[in-house]
């Protein structure tokens, strides 16, 4: 029969302080991966911020789709529509048909005389 020999006082003291310190580690590596999850260089935060930018540049392309969309079907018009292009002309160019009479409004006139106030 094998007797085991009594570790002793000190054997076990310095058992437990290993196993305090591995817990201290252990909580001390826990807290550093969440603290990196959280505020890393690609942890939560930057997440969310990448996630809102991304929501955003999806707007902006659906709303540049309906532009251009837009645009083709005045393309297609301007090809194929002549009543469209005169009115482009008469807004853009200033362009009237033979016989009409143009009348200019300038902004801030009143229309009536001016009065210099002397009497």
Known sequence: MIIKQNRGRYWHSRQRRMAVVAQVVGVGVCLW?????VFGEMGL????AMR??????DGDLSSLRE???????DIARLQRDPA??????RERL??????????????????????????
């Not at 991966?33 to 999850?37: I, R, Y």
């Not at 532009?67 to 079907?73: D, R, S, V």
């Not at 200033?94 to 009497?119: A, C, F, I, M, W």
């Open 45 to 48: 935060l930057r997440y969310l």
């Open 94 to 119: 200033g362009y009237v048909r033979k016989g009409e009479t143009v009348y200019q409004l300038n902004p801030g006139d009143t229309g009536g005389p001016t009065h210099s106030g002397k009497p």
């Open 52 to 57: 809102d930018y991304a929501d955003r540049l």
């Open 33 to 37: 991966l969440v603290f990196a999850l």
């Open 84 to 89: 469209k292009i005169e009115q482009l002309a």
């Open 67 to 73: 532009e251009t969309a837009a645009l083709q079907k």
